[in-house]
Nanobody, 118 residues
């Protein structure tokens, strides 16, 4: 069984910073791409950033220059450093990863709330 657990969300003022973490655990053979998604209130889930197993990154235009995704393969953990936060960054942030256990498949975390006050 595989689990993804996010942490690091919270309430922050506009202009502030937060660092999210996503830890994968269980009978993991390998982890391919890892991604952060977010779902603002009343809107659909959207991709924030992704990182491949060798570190190649991709960012949504809305967060480019303010957000950095990284991963520690030895710890099966992914991070999202968010700076210069804006009220429109308010959302539930979800971790997603393609993990090989009995076979490759996608897994979601339970989500962590990020609220940015103006």
């Amino acid at each position: 069984q595989v689990q993804l657990v996010e942490s690091g969300g919270g309430l922050v003022q506009a202009g502030g910073s937060l660092r999210l973490s996503c830890a994968a655990s269980g009978n993991i053979i390998s982890i391919n791409v890892m991604s952060w998604y977010r779902q603002p209130p009343g809107k659909e889930r959207e991709l924030v950033a992704s990182i491949g197993s060798e570190g190649r990154t991709n960012y949504a235009d809305a967060v480019k220059g303010r957000v950095t995704i990284s991963r520690d393969n030895g710890k099966n953990t992914m991070y999202l450093q968010m700076n210069t936060l804006k009220p429109e960054d308010t959302a539930v942030y979800y971790c997603y990863a393609v993990i090989t256990y009995r076979g490759p498949r996608g897994y979601w975390g339970q989500g962590t709330q990020v609220t940015v006050s103006s």
